[in-house]
């Protein structure tokens, strides 16, 4: 449960910091209350943790062995990917990708905001930090790995571990995303984020083993 539990935190902790999730998070806490918006946030990020981990049970019921080898496939996949993406950032390119992530959070909250009363409450608040952070999270590398995860490792681990990610991330976006934006270096985590891949791939090829 322990290993289960670290893992989650430190895949969704290493790969969700700078990811378009924590750039909606920021901009709408710089529009609105920050506790309304971390708990829409946090709500819709643990909605779509225990829905993956939920679907990495279904999948463990698929021969074990299957299971084993797409697991280790899918790490080393992903590690090898971000690590290739790392190699051929510049720092400019980094931060031109950076500020692609926040052109294209802005575009989501300013389309979110078109189709909403302009008179916002509290609910309101939160539906739209649940409902445009649920949405930019669907379909992404961590609910591919949390999915993984799941369907070789503790259960309980594996969501306690990927919520308390999600939660850090969250709070740090809500609280002081501004000021750390711009400091963030999007070619070490994308070199961190595939170092942690490879490191997942190995540990269940010898857990297997």
Known sequence: MLTAFTAGLLLITVSELGDKTFFIAMILAM???????????VAALAAMTILSVMFGQAVAKLPEVYIHYAVIVLFFAFGIKLLYQASKMTVAAAKAGMMEEIEEAKEA???????????????????????????????????????????GNNVIGVTSGAILGHTICAAIAVIGGKMIAGKISERQLTFAGGCLFLIFGVVAAIEGA
Do not use: C, N, Y
């Open 109 to 151: 909250v300013e389309k979110a905001d078109l189709h909403l009363s302009k008179r916002k409450t509290p609910f309101s608040i939160i539906v739209e930090a649940f409902v445009l952070t649920f949405m930019a999270e669907w379909g992404d590398r961590t609910q591919i790995a949390t999915i993984a995860l799941a369907a």
């Open 31 to 41: 529009r609105h209350s920050r506790r309304l918006v971390f708990a829409g946030v």
